[in-house]
């Protein structure tokens, strides 16, 4: 099992960063994520406990399933399924204020079950380009919401 953590720095606040990474069709702002989709909206909240979220990747398909929901400081989730198949024990995005906006770190534990190669497989091509497709929609979020919150947009 390889764990992987990217961290940003989104120059928004707390409960925005948390808002727009909390709903997947966001993810489909960076060219590696072909769709995103709610399924199934969560308890409480459309991407509360419960909810099922659907991506397509240039790399796979997966879906998804929120286990903790805790505006706006975190929120947890498993892969219940993917294609190509994979071993899931942890995602999580964490929400933390600090000067310039806030601290995003979303870590994943996984590995390509594979008998002999899932682990080097895993290590040296999947973590790679997860923490590549995690980086750049993290920068779509800072993008995006750093421009929302400039002098004269959106009338602030």
Not at 53 to 59: A, D, F, S, Y
Not at 87 to 106: I, N
Not at 129 to 153: M, Q, S, T, W
């Amino acid at each position: 099992m390889e764990t992987l953590t990217v961290r940003r720095v989104v120059a928004a606040p707390i409960a925005e960063v948390f808002s727009w990474c909390a709903t997947t069709t966001n993810y489909a702002r960076t060219p590696f994520v072909l769709t995103a989709r709610l399924a199934r909206p969560g308890r409480g909240a459309p991407y509360g406990v419960g909810a099922v979220r659907l991506h397509t990747w240039l790399i796979g398909w997966f879906r998804e399933r929120i286990t903790v929901y805790n505006p706006p400081y975190d929120f947890d989730y498993v892969v219940e399924r993917s294609f190509p198949p994979a071993r899931h024990e942890l995602g999580r995005m964490t929400f933390t204020e600090v000067p310039g906006g806030t601290l995003v770190v979303w870590t994943t534990a996984f590995q390509v079950p594979l008998p002999v190669v899932g682990a080097a497989l895993t290590r040296t091509l999947a973590k790679p380009v997860v923490a590549h497709v995690f980086g750049r929609i993290l920068d779509a979020a800072d993008a995006e919401l750093a421009a929302a919150a400039a002098p004269g947009v959106n009338g602030r």
